[in-house]
């Protein structure tokens, strides 16, 4: 599977942003989908997934409340909805496939490009 994220862009503290991972293929209704982030000069980190079928999700800590990960598998698509922005939410966030639901990076096979998020204070 082939994935394309798109949404990033340049927002204030408080505001809101919706990120979006088009999936080619026509497995992607198969595959747990997944989004993480890389800040300057820091590892790669989970922020969340979602399983096939959209009914478990998973979050790290830090953006539980604020963000919220869904997917449209008639679309192909999974979307970060991110409210309640935060300075400290800046990173390229990518998304990713995997047919296991985990936080760990290695258990991802597939990764769209990234999209950038810049959250100003």
């Known amino acids: 599977v082939q994935l394309q994220a798109s949404g990033g862009g340049l927002v204030q503290a408080g505001g809101s942003l919706r990120l979006s991972c088009a999936a080619s293929?026509?497995?992607?209704?198969?595959?747990?989908m997944g989004w993480f982030r890389q800040a300057p000069g820091k590892e790669r980190e989970f922020v969340a997934a979602?399983?096939?079928?959209?009914?478990?999700?998973r979050y790290t800590d830090s953006v539980k409340g604020r963000f919220t990960i869904s997917r449209d598998n008639a679309k192909n698509t999974v979307y970060l909805q991110m409210n309640s922005l935060k300075p400290e939410d800046t990173a390229v966030y990518y998304c990713?496939?995997?047919?296991?639901?985990?936080?760990?990076?290695?258990?991802?096979?597939?990764w769209g490009q990234g999209t950038l998020v810049t959250v100003s204070s």
């Open positions: 293929g026509r497995t992607f209704s198969n595959y747990n």
């Open positions: 979602i399983t096939s079928s959209g009914g478990i999700t």
């Open positions: 990713a496939a995997s047919p296991v639901l985990s936080t760990q990076l290695v258990s991802w096979y597939h």
